[in-house]
Every structure is written in structure tokens, then in C-alpha cells.
């Protein structure tokens, strides 16, 4: 949500300016003007580092790629899916920041972009494009640019423009109307620059779902482009698809779904919230009454937020629910795109629930560093993305506008200061990858550029410091200004268009034409940081804050239980202080037991309680999501598919489950045996399967080393010598905390017997052939009757410690309940041998076999 002023139609001149105390600020104290005009120079100069890096290392590729130093440029790099839709090789960067070179007083800055942009961008591209993400960044960009040459002309500056800008928005304009060609008015969700949609060669026009959002958040950026060229079309158009969605909001809740079908009207996904999907339209709502002086739209908006605040707000959450049972939460946690939420309300005129909800994503901000890209309701890190979005420097630009609370300047230095301490590169600045870690992602967004820096030189900018007043524009979605002048333009020749609220009258109870005075609201300075005190300290009880402070070895926050990893000398020396200790078991798991009194300290011993709480839920959570059991079936000379080893499943890789024929070849050993560096006998792993030794590191890596070397699947053996499925359950491997989609090769997991039977075979016959399968199959390769055809209680052998497999360490594995350690299909004769190839450790091992059959035979009614 972007807004760039509380309308001056309805606002106080001024707010008046409170002394609030803030956590993070000192009593009754503001932020001088020194100290403001450091951080706005501050501002001013990372914006310079991101610009000119792009320019430097991008120009004119539609987005830097800050950790290469190059330019992203579809096609050209690997796919990222959808997210690549908002690139249309027309310099997106360029154009999308073209407002935020003005508003920072870079003049002739500006003025050889806008050179640039008309000489140098095409249009005309055959590529297909989000239709979205073209309008609000693209369209909008191109028409706040224009706004602002505009601005720059008349006050003498910038002579030589004649509209270009807004000449290329028309064009740009003209290529997206085709996706508007449906029967219910709402928008394909992607179009083809060149082509349009439908036809064969547009790549486009065959989809039938897209996002409420996508389809409502088109009114200003079309509106605008009617009022500045004359044209009625494009307005009448995001008229019809907002007509439409309000037609189909739920009647009763009067709430609207995630995604539509965009021909039948049908919601697709009926969670609703206010963020990702949602967020927008209900922002463009309020909007398009500001802009366009069209009393529907606000009455449509507080019908709209009346609803949410009923169903939704839960302050200081805002969680999601069922359209049609509002009362009913559609999931447990929030994304980050809701952050722009507080700032609607600040439009709204509605300041508590405002200051209340940025309270809480501002102290899980300060745990994270950044806000992640979704996170739970106890305030624990759902998605650990976090590509620079601005959407809480917005909000925290808004509440300081409408209450002047200097807390709010603490904030955006927070803001500041994290931004430079871990997403600054040298060449720009970086996504993070993971909030928890540290990582980056080697992508800058073009918003980045667009709205966080218009926030928060916003935030500290003096009135005397900006170019022109901000209260004569509106701020898109992404942060483009329009002038409310296009409000007295004329609009006549509008071609009539179904208006789904014809014959309603307008109730005045949905209408509150006025933001509140703030002296009435908060009477009281400290009110505020009252509301605000509640709820940091609920987030710090669901999810305690690190320290500043430690005890000597400890100037670091508490070890995570997701991080923990058993062979890392730093996290068992961690785990000793915290009074922690491991106890391996001869299965290959390890038991944690916890001490309090041998702690070095009650801090120290208190973290140790919540790392082995977070442990046994991490272990209880991943039991839940077991997969179950695969099979190793020996299928060459002398076993003929008579030996099955029962083997765990990984999280990762080729699923055997939906693969109908398993994957069959060949093993050999790989070379180093861990697999945890490149093979150094790729030849010979190239079309088979190779055999790794488990330890030292990822599972994930070792499936990416044999990948690389060609083959087509894998088996770790356990390296705990002795153990065995027949007295440990199974194990299921789990990746490495980062995107496993690269691993398409099946891996599986076989304790030291059974892999031992696999390495004893091998050293016995030299080629032996195996069947990696979800079940085992009888020797013409069909699939062994499964007799089970109910869900049964299998025991396991777990333990009720929390176990070092049991999380994402080092080859993090996960218990599965299941069977013993192999099965025999064919319960005949014994495997022939040839010659004096039955040598003692063969001989004993088909003993073995022989002697377990009828144990085995039970099994397989319950499993494979």
C-alpha cells in the first residue's frame, strides 16, 4: 500500500507532535534535526550505491544480480518461474525508478534516465509478461516519471519533453488491453508484449485462474493513463474487473478469495486476508476514491475493511479465514506483504490497530533482522526468505506522518542500519535467502529501488528538504506518484460500463469522510507506548529475544535447534555450557539430556531449556511428515530380485512413490566413499548408482556430487557399524535447509547390515544390478501384492530424547516406523550360487536371510 499523503481534503494541516517514549528510544526525547539529516544522507547514499550499481554492472537488463555483478536477463539465467514474469527485457530498474530519482533531488540524475528510457527501452518484446507486475511497475513507472518531467518543466527544467513518457505508457498500455478480453472483464493473468493472447504464438491466453490482487490492482495506473491522454478505454476497463470482484465477494462475509476463475467468476482459493493475493485490491479501493472522487469505491472499501477487522484482525494479528466461515482460521501463520497494512489504516484514519500490528512485525523484525517472508503466530520464522521488501518502512513512514512519535524515526533507523550491516554487497544490495542465517540471494529487485528509498528518505526528510509537496500525489502500490489533479479531469467520456451497485443506494453508515484528529485520539503521550508495551512483550514470551549481554563465550544468540548439528566441536561446546549433554547410541542416534544446575548460568541453563523444548518439537513435527518406506531389491545373478532391503526415503530428489517402474542399474562405490567433494570416478558412476558412506556432510551434497557425475541414483550406508532396521526404526533423510529442487535423483538410506549385504554382493559378484522402487516387485518386474489395505499401527522403537537425526544437521535424518531389516519375495528355493562364488560371508548372509523369512513374511502384510 503506497499512499503519499493523508488527502489534504480531509486532513488537519498538522498532527500534533507527540514526545511518546518507544522501546527503542530514550524518555521523552526526540530525534534532533542533525541527526535526521545524518540518516537522510544516509539514505541518499545507499540509494547512490544500489543506482549506480546497476547501471554500472546491469544497464540495460531489467535487474541487477548484486553477488555476480551482472545484469538478470531472462533467458539468459535459469528459470525462477513466476517471479521471472516481471521481467520484460524493457530495463524495469530504469523505469521503476525513475519517480525516486526526482523525489531524492536528482535532477539531472532524472533527466538522463528519462534520455535513456525513451532512446534506448522497446516495448514491442516478444516475451510473455505478468500483467500485474507490467502495470504497476512498468505502466506505473512511466507515468510517475512523466508526472514528474511535468513537475520539472514547469518550473523551468526539462524544456526539451514532449510527453515521450507518457506516449511510450500509451503504447505499453495498448499491450496489455488484450489480456482484458474475457467475459467477465477480469484480466489473464500474463500477456504477450507483442502478440497479445489466444493466438498460438502469444504462449499466453490458455489460463483460467488469477489472483485477486491481479486483477484489482489495475484502477490507478489505467485511470491515470485515461486522464492524462483522453482515452476513456483503459479506466473503463479496471473499472469493470473491480465491478466484477465485488459482484463475486462472499455475501455473508462480505469477504473476497484469494483466486478467481477468471471466466466463470468461481473462487479458486477462498482463504482471505490482507496479504499476498488480496493485498492491493483493498488498497486500490481506498485509492481510487482519492484519485477519482468516486463515492463507490470508499463505500465498497469500509464494507470491505469493516469485514476484515470483524473476521480477520485479531490484533495484533492478522491471520486468514474462509470465506464462507470467516470464523474458521485458514492457516497458522502471516506473510510479509500484510506489512503495508498499518499504513492503510493510517489512511483510514483507524491509528490503534495501526500502531498495534507494526508493533508486532517490528519486534519480530528486530529478531530476525528482517521481516521473513512469512511467519507463525507465535512469531517464529515460517518462510526465512527476504527479497528488500519495503512494505514496513511504508507502514512506519505513515504512523510517523499521523502521530509525529519519534519512536517511529527509531525504527526506520533500525530499517537503516540493517539493510547496511547484512544485505549491503559490494555491488548493491542483496536479498536474503535466510533471515536465520545470514545468506543472500543473488537478486535486487526493481521495488527496492521504487518504494524503500521514497519511505525512507520520506521518514527523515524535512519538509524543506523535497523538491515538491508529496500531498499533491498519490502513491501507487509501488510507490509511483500521480497528481491528485487528475481528479478534476474529465472522465465524460467513459463508455458506460455494468455497474453492479445500479439501484443500490448509497448507505451513509459506510462512509467516514475524515481522518481523526490525533490530539483527540491520543490525549495522552504515553498512550501509545502502551499499546505498543503489550505486545513486544507477547512476541518476546512466544519467542524469546537474544541478549546483548552474555556470559564469556556466549556473545552470540542461543543455539537453535534447527541449526544444531553433532559434529560441529562450536554447538557441543554451546550445548556443555547450556548443561547439555549427547549420549550416542549404538543405533547411530543420539540422546540430549539436560542439567540445569550445570549450566554455567541461569541464562545459559534457561536457554538450554528452550533449545531442548524447540528440539522435541522439531522431532514431533517431523515424525508427522513421514514418508513412507522404500525398497532396494537386488534384481541381478544370483538373487533375481529374491533379496529386498528395506531403505528410508529422502525429502528431496526423484519421489519413487510417483514413479511407476522405480529407477533399476547398476551400483558401484563412489570415490571418496562420503561423496562429500566431487567424484573423482565420475566415469565409472555415470549411468549407475552409486553407493555412499553416510557422515561428514549433507545428504543433499552428496546427492548433488553424484548427480554431477552422472549417476541416476543413490544409497547411503549408515557408517554406526552394527546397526540395523531389525532394532532401530528407519530413517527418512531430510535436505539441507536450502532448495533441494536441483536433486532429481532418487536417494536412499540403508542402516550398516543391510548396507553391508549390498557391499558383500558387490564384492562378490562385481556387477550387481538393483531396483530402486517404492515397492518390491516380483521377478518380471510387476509389483508385490500389497495386502495392507487399511492404515495399521506400526511400532517404533523412537526414543523419547530428542535425537541429533531428528534435524536438519549434518545428514539430518528423520525416524520412520516400519519393518525389519530386508524381505524375501520369493519364500522358494534359496539363491542358486555358482562355482566357489558361495564363500563364507555369502554363505552366511543367504543363512541369515533363510532364517528370517518367516519374521519377514508377517511384514510384508504390513508394509512394501
Not at 274 to 289: C, N, P, Q, R, T
Not at 607 to 621: A, I, K, T, V, W
Request: proline share 5%; charged share 25%.
Amino acid at each position: 500500500m503506497k499512499v503519499g499523503m493523508l488527502y489534504s481534503a480531509t486532513m488537519l494541516p498538522a498532527f500534533l507532535l507527540l514526545f511518546f517514549m518507544g522501546t527503542s528510544i530514550r524518555l521523552s526525547e526526540t530525534m534532533s534535526r542533525d541527526e535526521k539529516s545524518k540518516l537522510r544522507n544516509q539514505v541518499l547514499e545507499m540509494f547512490d550505491h544500489a543506482y549506480q550499481n546497476y547501471m554500472d554492472h546491469a544497464y540495460p537488463a531489467d535487474e541487477l544480480m548484486p553477488l555476480t555483478c551482472r545484469g538478470r536477463v531472462r533467458g539468459l539465467e535459469p528459470s525462477r518461474g513466476d517471479i521471472d514474469d516481471a521481467l520484460g527485457k524493457f530495463s524495469l530498474t530504469l523505469i521503476d525508478t525513475l519517480d525516486t530519482l526526482a523525489l531524492l533531488n536528482k535532477t539531472v540524475e532524472f533527466e538522463a534516465a528519462v534520455r535513456r528510457v525513451v532512446k534506448d527501452v522497446r516495448l514491442d518484446n516478444d516475451i510473455v509478461v505478468s500483467v500485474f507486475e507490467t502495470n504497476i511497475r512498468v505502466l506505473g513507472g512511466l507515468l510517475g516519471g512523466h508526472s514528474m518531467a511535468v513537475m520539472l518543466k514547469e518550473s523551468g527544467r526539462m524544456l526539451w519533453y514532449q510527453n515521450e513518457l507518457l506516449h511510450m505508457a500509451k503504447d505499453l498500455g495498448l499491450r496489455l488491453l488484450p489480456a482484458f478480453n474475457t467475459s467477465s472483464g477480469l484480466p489473464y493473468p500474463r500477456v504477450n508484449l507483442r502478440y497479445g493472447v489466444r493466438g498460438p504464438e502469444t504462449r499466453t491466453g490458455t489460463e483460467t485462474d488469477t489472483c485477486t490482487a491481479c486483477a484489482g490492482t489495475i484502477i490507478l495506473e489505467f485511470a491515470a493513463l485515461s486522464r492524462f491522454t483522453g482515452d476513456p478505454t483503459f479506466e473503463a476497463h479496471a473499472r469493470r474487473a473491480l465491478d466484477f470482484l465485488w459482484e463475486k465477494r462472499q455475501r455473508n462475509s462480505n469477504l473476497v478469495g484469494t483466486t478467481i476463475n477468471i471466466h466463470s467468476g468461481e473462487w479458486v482459493r477462498r482463504d482471505s486476508g490482507v496479504g499476498a493475493g488480496i493485498d492491493s485490491y483493498y488498497e486500490y479501493l481506498m485509492k481510487a476514491y482519492i484519485l477519482l472522487g468516486d463515492d463507490q469505491f470508499l463505500q465498497r472499501f469500509n464494507t470491505h475493511y469493516a469485514s476484515i477487522m470483524k473476521y480477520i484482525s485479531q490484533p495484533p494479528l492478522l491471520l486468514d479465514v474462509h470465506i464462507h466461515k470467516p470464523l474458521l482460521p485458514a492457516r497458522t501463520w502471516m506473510d510479509s506483504l500484510l506489512a503495508f497494512f498499518p499504513g492503510l489504516q493510517v489512511l483510514k484514519g483507524d491509528i490503534r490497530p495501526a500502531i498495534e500490528t507494526h508493533e508486532m512485525l517490528y519486534q519480530v523484525t528486530k529478531k530476525h533482522n528482517f521481516l521473513p517472508e512469512a511467519f507463525t503466530t507465535d512469531f517464529r520464522v515460517h518462510w526465512a526468505q527476504h527479497p528488500l521488501r519495503p512494505e514496513f518502512a511504508e507502514s512506519t513512514y505513515f504512523l510517523y506522518k499521523a502521530t509525529r512519535d519519534p519512536y517511529y524515526l527509531e525504527v526506520g533507523r533500525t530499517v537503516l542500519e540493517n539493510l547496511n550491516r547484512f544485505a549491503r554487497v559490494p555491488c548493491g544490495f542483496a536479498a536474503m535467502k535466510d533471515v536465520r542465517t545470514g545468506s543472500h540471494e543473488d537478486r535486487m529487485d526493481s521495488f527496492f529501488l521504487a518504494e524503500m528509498f521514497k519511505y525512507l528518505f520520506l521518514l527523515f526528510a524535512e519538509e524543506e528538504d523535497l523538491p515538491f509537496n508529496v500531498e499533491d500525489y498519490i502513491f501507487t502500490t509501488e510507490a509511483h506518484l500521480l497528481p491528485l489533479s487528475l481528479s478534476t479531469a474529465s472522465n465524460s467520456q467513459a463508455p458506460s460500463v455494468v455497474n453492479n451497485m445500479a439501484g443500490e443506494e448509497l448507505d451513509d453508515s459506510n462512509f467516514e469522510w475524515t481522518c481523526p484528529n490525533t490530539r483527540l485520539l491520543f490525549p495522552d503521550p504515553a498512550f501509545p507506548r502502551n499499546l505498543r508495551e503489550p505486545i513486544r512483550s507477547a512476541v518476546d514470551k512466544s519467542c524469546p529475544r537474544p541478549t546483548t549481554h552474555r556470559e564469556p563465550g556466549m556473545g552470540r544468540p542461543p543455539l537453535r535447534a534447527q541449526d544444531f548439528m553433532a559434529n560441529n566441536p562450536e554447538h557441543l561446546e554451546l550445548l556443555r555450557r547450556m548443561g547439555v549433554s549427547l549420549i550416542h547410541l549404538k543405533d547411530g542416534r543420539v540422546q540430549l539430556v539436560q542439567h540445569a544446575t550445570q549450566a554455567v548460568s541461569a541464562v545459559a541453563a534457561e536457554d538450554g531449556m528452550r533449545f531442548m523444548q524447540e528440539m522435541m518439537e522439531l522431532s514431533s513435527q517431523q515424525q508427522k511428515e513421514q514418508l513412507p518406506p522404500r525398497a532396494v531389491q537386488i534384481v541381478s545373478h544370483p538373487f533375481f530380485g529374491r533379496v529386498v532391503l528395506t531403505a528410508g526415503p529422502a525429502q528431496f530428489g526423484l519421489d519413487l512413490y510417483k514413479s511407476s517402474s522405480g529407477v533399476r542399474g547398476f551400483v558401484t562405490v563412489a570415490e571418496p566413499y562420503n561423496g562429500c567433494t566431487e567424484l573423482s570416478n565420475s566415469e565409472i558412476v555415470a549411468g549407475r548408482i552409486a553407493l555412499l558412506q553416510r557422515g561428514q556432510c549433507m545428504f543433499a551434497e552428496k546427492a548433488r556430487h553424484i548427480q554431477k557425475a552422472g549417476a541416476i541414483g543413490g544409497i547411503v550406508i549408515d557408517d554406526n557399524e552394527g546397526s540395523s532396521s531389525d532394532t532401530a526404526p528407519l530413517f527418512q533423510m531430510a535436505g539441507d535447509g536450502r532448495n533441494t529442487d536441483d536433486v532429481s535423483l532418487p536417494l536412499l538410506f540403508l542402516f550398516h547390515k543391510e548396507g553391508n549385504i549390498l557391499l558383500e554382493a558387490l564384492k562378490e559378484y562385481k556387477e550387481v544390478e538393483v531396483l530402486l522402487s517404492d515397492k518390491a516387485r516380483d521377478r518380471d518386474g510387476a509389483e508385490e501384492e500389497d495386502c495392507s489395505t487399511e492404515e495399521k499401527d506400526h511400532s517404533s522403537s523412537t526414543s523419547s530424547e530428542p535425537a541429533e537425526d531428528a534435524v536438519a544437521g549434518q545428514d539430518s535424518v528423520q525416524p520412520v516406523e516400519g519393518l525389519g531389516s530386508y524381505i524375501s519375495v520369493d519364500v522358494g528355493e534359496e539363491p542358486a550360487v555358482d562355482g566357489d562364488s558361495g564363500s563364507q560371508s555369502m554363505d552366511s548372509l543367504m543363512a541369515d536371510w533363510q532364517e528370517d523369512l518367516e519374521a519377514f513374511k508377517q511384514m510384508e502384510k504390513d508394509e512394501l
